[in-house]
């Protein structure tokens, strides 16, 4: 039996790199610098990695993180947002929506204090993290 299938009606997002200045400016690792101001990351993918340009890399104090550089947001009802440790150059996770920390029952991923970033096991840029 043969199945004719649809393609999926989705464009691929465009990619973009972040300012080399800015991030050179706070600091951030040169690994994940490289990675950030080359190819870069994608302007939407899915909805599940959205980048905010009025955000973008603005810089925040993270419990169990340390400083850190907004990356984009995760557009799923909690509105969870990505973050680069300015430390050691890893990508975080802070769930909950507009920042605020979420409930401990609604943390599912990852490791450390409830309702605080969650370091994101697996994403690297380009080797860093």
């Known amino acids: 039996m043969r199945i004719e299938a649809e393609p999926f009606d989705y464009d691929l997002p ?11 400016t706070l600091g951030a690792p040169e690994p994940a610098r490289a990675a ?53 150059g890893t ?12 409930h401990e029952a609604d943390q599912h991923l990852g490791h450390g204090a409830p309702g605080g970033p969650r370091r994101l096991r697996g994403l690297r840029l380009c080797g860093v993290g």
């Open 14 to 24: 465009a990619w973009r790199p972040y300012a080399s200045a800015r991030l050179a």
């Open 36 to 88: 950030l101001t080359g190819r870069g990351l994608p302007d939407a993918a899915a909805e599940h990695f959205v980048r905010v340009p009025e955000r973008e890399l603005e810089e925040a104090d993270l419990p169990g993180c340390g400083k850190a550089a907004f990356l984009g947001q995760v557009w799923d009802g909690f509105n969870n947002t990505y973050w680069l440790s300015l430390a050691d």
């Open 91 to 102: 990508v975080w996770m802070r769930y909950g929506q507009h920042d605020e920390p979420a």
